[in-house]
């Protein structure tokens, strides 16, 4: 019989969820360590409906703190991307940037538009040292990775040894570049018709978009 590796045999079933949360926490801890500006962080993991269509999430103020006002950040990553530890340390730096904004005042990035990810986001993804690339103009600079052929920063290296301890996951997500959409000119701002074709869209100059007047040839509605 063949056996088992002392990894594989470090964790049983039973305990498999809760050693993967102690082992987040190290990992969180130790990128503390290394920027002084991650908080403190209840760690968690995205459910199983949810991490189909999310990597992980931040949400400020969510566990209370006995007889304090406020609460504790929750940071919570998919089990899925447990067995890349390079994608799972990106993930977490991603969470630590809002984390950082929040902690600054920042409220967490949000812009005008009421989403997260906007210039302010992307700057301090590229301190903490990942790509940060557009992806719409609705959820804005939120695709995240390591720049290609990039070596992980030195001060990062002891979080990534402590996510390559992780027993195995549920997998289900690959490595994979994303490029992303080219940024939007500023001042300009995205129109729709009513064709039933949503692709016909434009950009246009605010002052234009004030004026009004832009109509499609196709169905005669106006780009709103």
């Known amino acids: 019989m063949a056996r088992l590796s002392t990894r594989q045999t470090r964790y049983s079933t039973v305990d498999r969820g809760s050693q993967v949360i102690m082992v987040l926490e190290r990992a969180w801890e130790s990128l503390r360590t290394a920027d002084s500006r991650i908080p403190r962080a209840v760690l968690t993991l995205v459910d199983a409906k949810s991490r189909q ?7 400020h103020s969510r566990w209370k703190k006995p007889g304090r006002h406020g609460g ?27 984390a950082i904004l929040h902690e600054a005042g920042k409220n967490a990035g949000m812009g005008s538009t009421g989403y997260y990810h906007t210039k302010i ?33 030195e001060r990062w290296l ?26 939007p000119a500023p001042g300009r701002r995205k129109l729709v018709c009513g064709c039933d074709n949503d692709s ?8 234009v978009v004030a004026d009004g007047g832009i109509l499609c040839a196709f169905c005669n509605q106006p780009f709103l």
């Open 72 to 98: 504790a950040h929750e940071i919570a990553v998919s089990p899925n991307l447990i067995g890349q530890p390079k994608l799972l340390l990106g993930t977490l730096l991603h969470e630590s940037a809002h």
């Open 53 to 59: 269509r999310t990597l992980g999430y931040f949400a």
């Open 158 to 183: 002891p979080a990534l040894a402590i996510l390559e301890e992780l027993p195995s996951g549920t997998g289900g997500v690959r490595p994979r570049r994303d490029s992303g959409q080219p940024t």
């Open 121 to 153: 986001f992307r700057n301090v993804c590229i301190q903490l040292g990942l790509e940060c690339r557009f992806r719409n103009t609705r959820y804005g600079w939120t695709i995240t990775q390591w720049p290609e052929g990039c070596v992980l920063p």
């Open 200 to 207: 016909r869209a434009i950009y246009a100059p605010n002052s």
